[in-house]
Structure formats: structure tokens, C-alpha cells
């Protein structure tokens, strides 16, 4: 009797630790054991694919897991902060390997990355989704702005990155990705999340990014959909219309 109350008592302890004090009985029954969480992208009812690839860019300030948090990112530092930016078609599922999910592509235009890049026809995201892999649909035949990251010559990206249907960007963002936005990755552009405190102080380096209504959830307003952080005849980095680059 001794030895099972001290069995029990350091399962409860184990288990406190872990914040989750239920006993062992409960445990036995299913009640009280802590819930798997449910993605909601696996099932249910069939969603528009401009609203499935905008999840990434809609949902980017929630939190869907504690090991994968992601946030909205301004179009020009999507692209500064990527080692590879690609327009492709989809043309279906890849080869899986044993991390990582595969699709195979039709790549139009490489945006941004290595000139020595070989032919590329797959790309690749986490298996699991506390890995921050990417669960969306990827509609066939429609062209997708990808910006991601190398590694071993492979182009990975997560739902953290970028994935968005071209004909959805704005004019501006669609010039910014072509030719203008590396004319500015030396300047930095920092979010105004604070509006009612009042936004930072800008560096020299620095563009203090305005959303309408201080809101972070998908892009809006016109630093978002018609501007780029460039570098000055001053040395400053400031706003300016993408069209005047």
C-alpha cells in the first residue's frame, strides 16, 4: 500500500510539473487528460483558395500552437528576409520525405535568389504543424509569390512565410518583388503596434510601418499596399511611393 500511494503521489507530482494535476484514475477513464489540438484545415467545408493562401497573412498574429507563432510581416521585408523568392504553379503533391510535405512546381521566375540555383521543381514545408507546417491549399495551375529558405538546395518555407496568390497583390507590391524592394533591404521597417502609446522613434535605418487602425492582421493602408522603405538623398530611410524608385 505504501508503495503504490508513493507511486501515485509522484504522478502527481510529474504531472503538476507539466501543469496538468489530474489522477491517475482520470487518466484510466480519458478524463482530464489534456485535448489534442485540432488544425482545422484538414476538414470541413471546402474554402475558396485565395481565402486558404491568405491564411498565413490573415491569421499571422494568432497563435495557433505554443511551438509556432507567427507575425505580419511588411511585403518588402518578406522579401529582404528570404533567401529565395519564387512565382511557380503548383502541379501537385511531391515525394514526401520524412519531415517535410512536398509539392511539385512549374517555376516561372526566380524573384530573388543564388544565380547558380539548379532547375527547381519541388518545394517543401514541415510535416507538422507545431513545426510550423504550412497547411493550406495549394490550387493547381494558379500563380503563387513564394518566399522561403534554402537548405541543401532545397527551397523550404513554413506558414510563417510568405505564400500568397500573385493576382492578389497590388500593382505596387507586384513592382516591389520584381525590381524594387532590394533597392531598400538595407533599411529596416518597424511596426507602430502600440498606436495608442504612440509609435517608436525611428532610426536612421529604420520606417516606422503604419497599419490602418493599428492593425496587424493583414495588410492595409498605404505603407502596406503602395510604399517601400528606401534610403534618402540624406542617408535616412523614408517612405516613398514604389513607383518613385
Known amino acids: 500500500m505504501q508503495r503504490q500511494v508513493a507511486f501515485e503521489s509522484t504522478e502527481k507530482l510529474i504531472l503538476k510539473g507539466m501543469g496538468v494535476l489530474v489522477n491517475r484514475q482520470a487518466i484510466d477513464r480519458g478524463i482530464g487528460a489534456p485535448e489534442t489540438q485540432s488544425t482545422g484545415l484538414d476538414a470541413g467545408p471546402t474554402m475558396d483558395p485565395s481565402v ?21 510581416q511588411h511585403p518588402q521585408t518578406y522579401y529582404c528576409t528570404s533567401d529565395i523568392v519564387l512565382l511557380v504553379q503548383i502541379l501537385g503533391p511531391g515525394e514526401n520525405t520524412f519531415l517535410k510535405r512536398s509539392f511539385k512546381v512549374n517555376t ?3 524573384l530573388k535568389g543564388p544565380k547558380s540555383l539548379p532547375l527547381i ?69 518597424q511596426p ?9 522613434e525611428a532610426d536612421l535605418t529604420d520606417c516606422v510601418w503604419k ?25 535616412r530611410c523614408e517612405w516613398t511611393n514604389v513607383s518613385n524608385v
Open 52 to 72: 486558404l493562401l491568405a491564411l498565413p497573412l490573415l491569421l499571422a498574429l494568432s497563435t495557433p500552437c505554443s511551438a509556432c507563432q507567427c507575425k505580419l
Open 192 to 200: 507602430c503596434l502600440l498606436c495608442s502609446l504612440g509609435c517608436p
Open 121 to 189: 521543381s519541388n518545394i517543401y514545408t514541415p510535416l507538422r504543424w507545431n513545426d510550423c507546417g504550412y497547411r493550406g491549399t495549394l490550387p493547381k495551375q494558379s500563380q503563387l509569390l513564394i518566399a522561403g529558405f534554402l537548405r541543401a538546395g532545397r527551397v523550404n518555407f513554413t506558414k510563417c512565410h510568405m505564400v500568397y496568390l500573385w493576382n492578389l497583390l497590388t500593382r505596387e507590391q507586384k513592382i516591389g518583388f520584381q525590381i524594387a524592394y532590394p533597392t531598400g533591404c538595407k533599411c529596416h521597417i
Open 108 to 110: 516561372i521566375k526566380i
Open 211 to 235: 497599419q490602418t487602425n493599428c492593425q496587424y492582421q493583414s495588410w492595409n493602408g498605404n505603407h502596406s499596399l503602395n510604399s517601400m522603405c528606401v534610403p534618402s538623398t540624406t542617408g
